[in-house]
């Protein structure tokens, strides 16, 4: 949700440092909170670190997109 308002106040000309920021904060927190999960179980299935691997790589994905289009760089 914070990603589509960031490219959408981005689109308008908009400042999104303070939204770029409070995306990060929650990226941390998503982060903590399922490493927290994650280890607190006993056994895991495979499902669950593929699915943990995935959500980092989209996280990753996510941010490239957003610093690519503040630096006016093509996102495709």
């Known amino acids: ?3 589509i308002i ?3 106040l981005r689109n308008k ?3 999104i440092k303070i939204w770029h920021m409070v995306l990060r904060a929650t990226y941390i927190l998503i ?7 994650f280890f607190a179980a006993y056994s895991i299935p495979l499902s669950y ?6 959500g980092i790589v989209m996280i990753g994905l996510f941010e490239m997109v ?3 289009k503040q630096k006016g760089k093509k996102t495709t």
């Open 13 to 15: 000309g908009k400042n």
């Open 31 to 37: 982060i903590v909170t399922g490493g927290m999960l």
């Open 66 to 68: 957003i610093v690519r």
């Open 1 to 3: 949700m914070l990603l």
């Open 6 to 8: 960031i490219a959408v």
């Open 49 to 54: 670190y593929l699915k943990a691997i995935l």
